[in-house]
């Protein structure tokens, strides 16, 4: 869904990835610091609770996803090995925020409004773990010459639902919002791996996507 915003940003950070060609930094050096800069915040602020300086710290660097692609372009710098590192990297960068929620709910003194932080433990944990899973299905499926990509939750959207509701968490010292969005998450990448499944499925023994007789 959030997809569709990906060209208003490109245009907003254009000017500064042409500044940073210009200088000689290349899309490979952007996504290896842009991935350290979202590790580092979401390992080191987000255990400590300190949601709302981590979210600001990822997102200055969280869009250099965006950034790299844009100068590769731009400067004829596309390949099979910059799209290969930019796709890995972004699960280092996805796994770190979730397991930074991982590390602050196993602290004896996290907080919690809805419940037991084991819970939100262990959900922070299948965030990660289906996050992951929903990139491999559509990778997989790539590699053997059919698509799926789409589902309810796509990366853009879990991102930017999780760093938003936890930025305001830390905010307003409100831990529910966080909560919620970790319910919400792990039931939509549920889903969503289920979805990517469908449409494997369908491609794969023969029926066109969308056929109304398919059941």
Known sequence: M??????????????????LLKLG?????????????????????????????????????????????YM?????????????????LDRVGDAAIFGGLVLYYATVDAESQLGDPEIYLGLSL????????TSYARARAESLGMQAKGGIAERADRLVAILVMTGLNGLFGAPFLT???????????????????VIVHRQAVGRPLGDPDTP
């Open 2 to 19: 959030l997809e569709r915003f990906r060209q208003f940003w490109t245009n907003v950070w254009a000017p500064l990835a042409n500044l």
């Open 25 to 69: 930094v290349t899309p490979d050096q952007v996504t290896i610091v842009g991935t350290l800069g979202v590790s580092a915040g979401a390992l080191w602020f987000f255990p400590r609770g300190e949601f709302f300086v981590g979210v600001l710290v990822i997102t200055a660097f969280v869009f250099s996803d965006i950034m790299d692609g």
């Open 72 to 88: 590769a372009r731009a400067s004829g710098q596309s390949s099979k090995w910059g799209a290969f590192l930019d796709s890995t």
């Open 126 to 133: 299948a965030c990660l773990v289906l996050g992951n899973l």
């Open 179 to 197: 909560e919620i969005t970790l319910w919400a998450l792990a039931l939509a990448s549920l889903v969503t791996v289920f979805q990517r499944m």
